[in-house]
């Protein structure tokens, strides 16, 4: 493989409140306040110019720069070397529990203290709004410069002389210093006492995070990264967690596959939700299944495929035209048009979501009545959805077919249902749940190429998807079957690209033919080889794909198969699931004990 090329070079902080994107440069590339979906504040990753800056870079104009984080927390480091010295900066979004409940602020600290030497530096912070269109205007203050654009207010607090924010002269660092950066509220405490504590008690919650997870053995130090990455795509608030925390990243370059991902997709509930129960954070899991519910409860019509972090249901579609794009490419979008989509996959998605609420006594919702409710309100909407076409997982914008992916989720909807129903004696939504999985089943059927051995894309189609991989972990084929065999090694045969690289499709879509491939379908080729038996192959291609998670083990949207360079939306909430979700199949394959089982350690 030749040279990556356009690594994404950041490493994300957050509480679970908000996430920052720093680039190995320092800067602070991406960071949208007060929530996810609210403008950015910092946007260099769409515009170096526009998109504003907070970094902290050395007068010498060569340096090296290395990033790691303090291990097992979410807690970043960048060291800078020049020829004049060496200093580190820790960058943090302060969290832990404080008063019974969360302490998850506004407030990005960053502390930049000497390594080796003296080294001059220079910090600018220069925040925008409404996407680069406003300019925040500043004063200053005896400790703090205050940024302030209309009714917004963001402040700086510092222990460094704020002089060095209005006139351009190198400060010289022979002592740690210390930038609070806070939206709304002012920072009006202890500088450094504080700040040393938010960093004691913010490490100490992660690590103590990480040290309550059933980790699998298998990969476990890039499984523990990956957890902590969906974490902080959880918005706690609601227990919504967005797709990616950016927007209009480019699919492959010049592609217009350029979306916003800042937003909860109903439909890929299931593979999140499975992702959290393998580590046994019930906590996250279960906000995350009470947001679906809510949603389930006051979107009473057609459930959509994805909707904003606070149940918001018009995500409409707007381009931005005074940014230039990651490296050019245009267009920026905000919001979401897809939301306007018909995925009859989500019902499904919900109701297997909902399961374990229904079914696993660790939960509070284990009532006849509830159960009865819910579980009679999504069957009836497979019910009334299930002889329908639609946009399909992948949101074709202007076909709709019958897609073997949507009804493999009613099938499995059916099928969760029917488990409740026999749970709690319920007769006629057990009647209703076998009708249902019977005609899901003829419409899968449907889609079956007798000729080739494989499941097609939809009905009366000869496209093949990587979706359709998801038969065979969902059980709908038996994974020791000709059947599922044969079908795995067609979809290899036309699907696989190189280093284990999968494709979602290769047929022409709304854009065009797809010319990336899309990562979390590698890691259901995993799932699926561990699945059917092909154990050692699932291993090496799950290291294979490794390789391609930048200097931080994070991992994009998608990959070029030709130079291993990373693409899309970053980092992707789905691709670190798929990376925990295939970990988890090869470890039980393995029979490899969690953490603490292998130590002997109660959970």
């Known amino acids: 493989m030749s040279e990556k090329k356009h690594i994404y070079n950041s490493g994300i902080i957050g509480n679970c409140a908000y996430i920052a994107h720093v680039n190995k440069d320092t800067n602070i590339s991406w960071l949208c306040w007060p929530t996810f979906q609210d403008s950015f504040v910092f946007g260099g990753l769409l515009d170096e110019e526009r998109g504003g800056r907070f970094d902290i870079r050395p007068v010498a104009e060569q340096y090296n720069s290395k990033?790691?984080?303090?291990?097992?927390?979410?807690?970043?480091?960048?060291?800078?070397?020049?020829?004049?010295?060496?200093?580190?900066?820790?960058?943090?979004?302060?969290?832990?529990?404080?008063?019974?409940?969360?302490?998850?602020?506004?407030?990005?600290?960053?502390?930049?203290?000497?390594?080796?030497?003296?080294p001059r530096i220079r910090v600018r912070c220069e925040p925008v709004y409404q996407y680069g269109m406003l300019q925040f205007?500043?004063?200053?203050?005896?400790?703090?410069?205050?940024?302030?654009?209309?009714?917004?207010?963001?402040?700086?607090?510092?222990?460094?002389?704020?002089?060095?924010?209005?006139?351009?002269?190198?400060?010289?660092?022979?002592?740690?210093?210390?930038?609070?950066?806070?939206?709304?509220?002012?920072?009006?405490?202890?500088?450094?006492?504080?700040?040393?504590?938010?960093l004691?008690?913010?490490?100490?919650?992660?690590?103590?995070?990480?040290?309550?997870?059933?980790?699998?053995?298998?990969?476990?130090?890039?499984?523990?990264?990956?957890?902590?990455?969906?974490?902080?795509?959880?918005?706690?608030?609601?227990?919504?967690?967005?797709?990616?925390?950016?927007?209009?990243?480019?699919?492959?370059?010049?592609?217009?596959?350029?979306?916003?991902?800042?937003?909860?997709?109903?439909?890929?509930?299931?593979?999140?939700?499975t992702a959290l129960s393998h580590i046994g954070h019930f906590e996250e899991m279960e906000k995350y299944a009470s947001y679906i519910a809510n949603i389930t409860q006051t979107d009473t019509g057609r459930l959509q495929p994805l909707y904003g972090i606070l149940g918001t249901t018009r995500l409409e579609e707007r381009l931005l035209d005074n940014l230039q794009g990651y490296l050019g490419n245009k267009p920026i979008r905000v919001g979401n048009q897809a939301y306007e989509h018909i995925q009859n996959d989500v019902y499904g998605q919900a109701l297997i979501a909902l399961l374990p609420l229904f079914t696993d006594y660790r939960f509070k919702y284990q009532n006849q009545?509830?159960?009865?409710?819910?579980?009679?309100?999504?069957?009836?909407?497979?019910?009334?959805?299930?002889?329908?076409?639609?946009?399909?997982?992948?949101?074709?914008?202007?076909?709709?077919?019958?897609?073997?992916?949507?009804?493999?989720?009613?099938?499995?909807?059916?099928?969760?249902?029917?488990?409740?129903?026999?749970?709690?004696?319920?007769?006629?939504?057990?009647?209703?749940?076998?009708?249902?999985?019977?005609?899901?089943?003829?419409?899968?059927?449907?889609?079956?190429?007798?000729?080739?051995?494989?499941?097609?894309?939809?009905?009366?189609?000869?496209?093949?998807?990587?979706?359709?991989?998801?038969?065979?972990?969902?059980?709908y084929l038996d994974p020791n079957s000709d059947k599922a065999k044969n079908h795995l090694k067609v979809l290899e045969s036309e699907l696989k690209g190189k280093h284990g690289l999968f494709y979602r499709y290769l047929h022409k879509d709304d854009f065009g033919k797809p010319k990336t491939t899309f990562l979390v379908c590698a890691f259901?080729?995993?799932?699926?080889?561990?699945?059917?038996?092909?154990?050692?192959?699932?291993?090496?291609?799950?290291?294979?794909?490794?390789?391609?998670?930048?200097?931080?083990?994070?991992?994009?949207?998608?990959?070029?198969?030709?130079?291993?360079?990373?693409?899309?939306?970053?980092?992707?909430?789905?691709?670190h699931v798929g990376l925990m979700n295939a970990a988890y199949r090869i470890a039980i394959k393995l029979d490899r004990p969690t953490f603490f089982e292998s130590a002997e350690m109660p959970h």
């Open 67 to 118: 990033q790691y984080y303090i291990e097992n927390t979410n807690i970043l480091c960048t060291v800078i070397e020049t020829s004049e010295g060496t200093y580190k900066i820790t960058d943090f979004a302060p969290r832990f529990e404080q008063y019974e409940r969360y302490f998850k602020p506004l407030i990005l600290i960053r502390k930049v203290e000497p390594v080796k030497g003296r």
């Open 137 to 198: 205007e500043k004063s200053r203050g005896s400790n703090h410069i205050q940024f302030h654009q209309g009714d917004l207010r963001m402040r700086l607090a510092t222990d460094m002389p704020i002089n060095h924010f209005f006139d351009d002269i190198p400060h010289v660092l022979d002592k740690p210093i210390y930038l609070i950066l806070t939206f709304g509220s002012p920072f009006e405490a202890p500088i450094e006492r504080t700040c040393e504590d938010f």
């Open 200 to 273: 004691r008690r913010t490490t100490l919650y992660w690590q103590k995070w990480v040290k309550n997870a059933s980790i699998p053995s298998f990969y476990q130090k890039q499984v523990i990264r990956s957890a902590l990455v969906l974490k902080l795509h959880q918005f706690e608030d609601t227990g919504a967690i967005i797709a990616a925390s950016t927007t209009s990243l480019p699919e492959f370059p010049g592609s217009g596959r350029n979306w916003d991902y800042r937003f909860c997709w109903l439909r890929d509930s299931y593979y999140v939700l």
């Open 369 to 475: 009545k509830m159960a009865k409710e819910w579980t009679n309100f999504i069957l009836t909407k497979i019910e009334n959805t299930i002889d329908e076409t639609d946009a399909g997982i992948w949101e074709f914008r202007n076909f709709h077919q019958r897609h073997c992916y949507s009804n493999l989720f009613q099938w499995a909807g059916a099928t969760a249902a029917l488990k409740i129903a026999r749970q709690y004696g319920f007769e006629e939504i057990e009647n209703k749940a076998l009708a249902l999985q019977k005609k899901a089943s003829f419409y899968i059927d449907s889609c079956y190429d007798e000729k080739r051995g494989v499941f097609t894309n939809a009905t009366d189609s000869k496209n093949l998807d990587a979706s359709t991989l998801q038969l065979i972990m969902m059980g």
């Open 524 to 575: 259901w080729y995993v799932e699926a080889l561990a699945c059917v038996g092909r154990l050692d192959e699932a291993q090496e291609v799950f290291k294979q794909l490794l390789s391609f998670g930048n200097h931080l083990m994070l991992f994009s949207e998608d990959i070029n198969e030709e130079d291993g360079s990373q693409w899309g939306n970053f980092p992707q909430a789905y691709s």
